[in-house]
C-alpha cells in the first residue's frame, strides 16, 4: 500500500513537471506564431 502511494505521488509529480514543461512549450509556439503573424503584416504593409 505504501509503495503505491508513493509511486502514484511520484507519478502525479512527473505529470505535473511535464504539464508544466507543455506549457511553455506551447507559450513559445505561441509568441513564433505571433512573430511569424507580426513579420507578415510588415510585408504587405512594405508592398
Same mark, same amino acid.
Given at each position: 500500500m505504501?509503495?503505491?502511494?508513493v509511486? +502514484? $505521488? $511520484? ?7 511535464? +504539464? ?5 512549450? +506551447? ?12 513579420? $507578415?503584416?510588415?510585408?504587405?504593409q512594405?508592398?
Amino acid at each position: 500500500m505504501t509503495r503505491k502511494k508513493v509511486t +502514484l $505521488s $511520484s507519478l502525479i509529480r512527473k505529470n505535473k513537471e511535464e +504539464l508544466m514543461r507543455d506549457r511553455g512549450q +506551447l507559450e513559445v509556439i505561441e509568441k513564433r506564431i505571433d512573430d511569424k503573424h507580426t513579420t $507578415s503584416k510588415k510585408v504587405v504593409q512594405r508592398v
